[in-house]
């Protein structure tokens, strides 16, 4: 068949996946052999792959593939994330713009059915991007975070962790989301740096009898629209300013609130006014204070952010207006001091990022996390569950384990896991998975009989559920012991990003150290984030992520797979550009145009031309310690530099030289030996390369010969690779830096392709060029080569590594731009040599360094000061 100019994506992309997934490679069911299990991190339902998600499933698929391509049974099961709050922030915007329906109108089956509406219309969407993006995921194991047994096995242990102390219900103060209407656990607030404003106000004095006194205090604060809820002035019990306001009283501005003066160490004299207003209801650490001197609460708040009743004055303003609203009010009244700009740092929802987070008391559930933290703790730090890479991770992982805070798990939404906790009439409850079990246990519990019980209102944080993922895809929670379970988990790596660190990574630890006692994986690889060409973080707000569906439509699959792969080391963050595609895109043609060359070639035998036989022993013994390399790499993690290697292989060492070195002649046969390992080695390189670029690959793969049912490079195995010999790889570089160095030197002389030379080699190692001469030869367009024992006159000299080469033609020689290129080519040997025996000459060097990098530097000034041995020899015979 005729091959088309350039590669053609659409026309392998499709044809391909469809095949593999008819013939079931990607299906994987417990056997004999050794598991090599992933499951996909669930993107939420609510939308499509971002840039983020493409470089994760490219590098967990790249792992799936080369893993099933080694003898392991793969496993790679997809999935999806209900994501509650933002889910229910979607259906919520949906209901009122599309059908002018608000939440508070319907019930909560009615808004289920809804949610479910929209995850069914938007959870097939990022299934296709996968597909498109090649993902060799099990198609038979999709899981869903609200299937029927997840959220059975989501339940399930939350009465467990219930019944053993680990969870409970009490009123804390928690991060509020005023647009979401829900709690938000630590890990969901993001802080920014910011330049806000510090208002300074008065407090008039009074004393116990509610006299003015004609004093004032004056407390600095960045919330004046939370002033109406104090309860306090607090000073600092050794500050002589305020030693005479014991017993007195503030009024607070405003609201003409009488509050008392309190004394805490906590307060830093030396910071501001050394005063501090007292606002319980809306600070943490106003809260403790409150605790401890037994304040009053007063929430000026509303859950949406609006001034509530307690408030008095500006009820129903949204907080950021009410506070414009309050400066002013303050300002009028005299008692505004002063306004001044002040750093600080402020907390935003990471689901609503525009939305300011509020502290508030709620009632709430939690989960005990220190004594679940210590084993997750010790897995990491013992290496029983690997980081890569470690060295930037495992500070922090640990810190934060060391730190952890108790978990806030519920949410004030109707879409997730409906909380398992049963109240009567007065409030009393009791935790069960159903309403039968919890009518028998409030009976027994309470020693009376009730007819029905009322279910608590709110749902699981989302991460809640995802902690049991690596089990419950396997029915690990909802059916102990079953033997998919046994057999796949613990899973092998998890893929993940490094922001979820602590959502999703350590919460998994714990609960597979909790429920299955053992670690839910082996290694986990954090990708980088992912970054425009600019350095800023890719996001929708921005407009700066592209889409990827069309990425592959104008470059291909596998040229989006390489651009996102090429520059993206384990945890660095990297900066994506369309050029990386395009990158891809000549990597594609330069392999089909190795196979259209390739293919036009005639093997025969006995063609009676040489036979290039040093050209196959190289490039094999240059496959397999490009091969050995590869696995190397992939045992380290580090993908990127592996598909580097494979890209400098194919590119240059395959199509640049070894292509060109057996080339035969036009219209001339080549020998048949050689063009059936060209074919095996064209086969090896694309079975190396496909866990990276599987549909060019396989394209390519059935393109260079007829193949039978079943051969495919997708499942094909791979062969151990052999010890490279390392003295035919150093003959095969010596060749190519001669040819390179000749082939410059005739530019630089303006020779014409077709313009021969006689060559002529200076050396004292003669043998190192009887394999390579005819391949030298040939490449420089040399009618001859011979061995010189002195400088050949009225030639081009040229100097590579220690030997001289001297060119010979009919043309005439200029000698001035010889000797100017030796001088450069001096100059630029002696620096380096410089800056070598600096490094030689610093004992601190020499004593510190590894023997071997000691050697290396040697090893360099010995070639050097034999480089300019040569280039001295050959400027005294100009």
């Avoid at 998975?433 to 279910?455: H, I, M, P, W």
Wanted: net charge negative; with cysteine.
């Amino acid at each position: 068949m005729e091959l088309s100019k350039n590669y053609i994506p659409a026309s392998a992309e499709d044809k391909w996946y469809q095949h593999w997934t008819d013939k079931q490679y990607f299906r994987s069911v417990p056997d004999e052999r050794t598991p090599f299990t992933i499951v996909i991190p669930p993107p939420n339902v609510t939308g499509v792959l971002h840039m983020g998600h493409t470089l994760n499933e490219t590098v967990q698929d790249i792992l799936v593939r080369h893993a099933r391509m080694s003898g392991f049974n793969a496993c790679w099961v997809p999935g999806s994330d209900h994501a509650s709050i933002a889910t229910e922030t979607k259906v919520v915007n949906m209901l009122k713009e599309e059908k002018g329906i608000e939440k508070s109108q319907l019930t909560r089956e009615e808004f289920l059915r809804y949610a479910h509406e929209w995850k069914d219309k938007y959870g097939g969407i990022i299934y296709h991007q996968i597909k498109k993006l090649g993902c060799s995921v099990d198609w038979d194991r999709v899981t869903f975070t609200m299937d029927d047994h997840y959220y059975k096995a989501v339940i399930k242990v939350f009465v467990d962790l219930y019944n053993k102390g680990l969870i409970y219900r009490g009123a804390r103060m928690i991060n509020w989301d005023p647009k979401a209407k829900t709690a938000l656990s630590d890990e969901e607030v993001e802080y920014k740096e910011l330049t806000g404003k510090l208002y300074h106000v008065k407090y008039a004095i009074v004393n116990a009898a509610g006299e003015a006194t004609g004093e004032y205090i004056t407390i600095a604060t960045q919330r004046p629209e939370t002033i109406m809820g104090d309860t306090a002035i607090c000073v600092n019990p050794d500050d002589e300013r305020y030693a005479h306001l014991k017993g007195h009283f503030a009024v607070v501005p405003l609201v003409d609130r009488k509050v008392s003066v309190i004394f805490d160490t906590y307060v830093d004299k030396e910071f501001g006014t050394g005063a501090l207003k007292v606002t319980p209801a809306h600070d943490i650490n106003d809260y403790n204070l409150g605790l401890k001197h037994n304040l009053e609460i007063v929430d000026t708040l509303n859950d949406d952010g609006t001034l509530s009743a307690a408030a008095v004055v500006f009820v129903g303003e949204d907080r950021f207006r009410a506070r414009k609203k309050v400066v002013a009010a303050l300002q009028e009244q005299g008692l505004l001091v002063k306004e001044e700009e002040y750093a600080t740092r402020l907390g935003y929802s990471q689901r609503n990022p525009d939305t300011v987070v509020e502290p508030r008391i709620s009632t709430q559930w939690f989960v005990k996390m220190a004594d679940l933290a210590q084993p997750a703790l010790q897995a990491v730090v013992s290496g029983d569950v690997k980081i890569h890479p470690g060295d930037r991770f495992l500070a922090t992982y640990k810190y934060w384990m060391e730190n952890v805070k108790d978990w806030c798990i519920s949410r004030q939404l109707w879409w997730g896991q409906q909380i398992p906790a049963w109240y009567d009439e007065q409030g009393q409850f009791v935790v069960a998975a159903t309403q039968d079990e919890a009518l028998a246990l409030y009976e027994k519990t309470f020693g009376k009989k009730v007819s029905a019980l009322r279910q608590d209102q709110d749902c699981l944080d989302t991460w809640f559920s995802s902690w049991l993922w690596p089990m419950e895809v396997f029915k690990g929670i909802s059916d102990p012991g079953n033997k998919d379970a046994k057999y796949y988990y613990p899973t092998s790596v998890l893929v993940t990003g490094q922001d979820i660190i602590f959502f999703w990574v350590a919460r998994m630890i714990m609960a597979g150290l909790e429920y299955e006692q053992e670690k839910p994986f082996s290694d986990v690889y954090f990708t980088g984030m992912v970054r425009d060409k600019l350095g800023r973080k890719m996001s929708k707000s921005l407009g700066n992520s592209p889409d990827l569906l069309d990425l592959i439509e104008r470059f291909g699959a596998d040229a989006v797979r390489f651009g996102i792969m090429i520059s993206s080391p384990a945890g660095n963050d990297l900066l994506f550009d369309d050029a990386s595609c395009e990158q891809g895109r000549f990597f594609n043609n330069k392999m089909w145009n190795a196979l259209k060359l390739v293919k036009m070639w005639t093997p025969k035998q006995d063609t009676g031309a040489p036979v290039p036989t040093f050209a196959v022993e190289w490039f094999e013994n240059r496959l397999n310690e490009a091969h050995a390399e590869v696995e190397q790499l992939f045992k380290d993690f580090r993908l990127s530099e592996a598909l580097k290697v494979l890209y400098s292989l194919i590119w240059d060492d395959f199509c640049s030289w070894y292509l060109e070195w057996i080339k035969p002649g036009f219209e001339q046969p080549i020998d048949a030996g050689v063009y059936e390992k060209t074919l095996e080695f064209y086969e090896r390189l694309m079975q190396l390369l496909h866990p990276f670029m599987p549909f060019v690959t396989e394209e390519i793969y059935h393109l260079l010969r007829d193949r039978k049912e079943g051969d495919d490079l997708t499942i094909r195995q791979f062969a151990a690779p052999a010890a490279a010999h390392r003295p035919v790889l150093v003959e095969g570089a010596l060749a190519k830096e001669v040819i390179s160095s000749i082939r410059d030197a005739r530019n630089k002389h303006q020779f014409k392709p077709k313009d021969t030379i006689d060559l002529h080699i200076e050396t004292h190692h003669e043998n190192a060029f009887q394999r390579v001469e005819s391949i030298i030869a040939k490449q420089v367009n040399a009618a001859s080569v011979t061995y010189a024992k002195e400088p050949v006159n009225g030639a081009i000299a040229l100097v590579v590594g220690k030997d001289k080469f001297y060119l010979v033609s009919d043309r005439q020689v200029d000698t001035g731009a010889q000797k100017e290129q030796l001088l450069k080519d001096l100059d630029y040997q002696r620096g380096f040599l410089e800056s070598v025996e600096k490094k030689l000459n610093n004992e601190r060097f020499v004593a510190n360094a590894k023997p071997e990098v000691v050697a290396a530097e040697r090893k360099k000034q010995a070639d050097c000061l034999a480089k300019i041995q040569a280039i001295e020899e050959s400027l005294k015979s100009l």
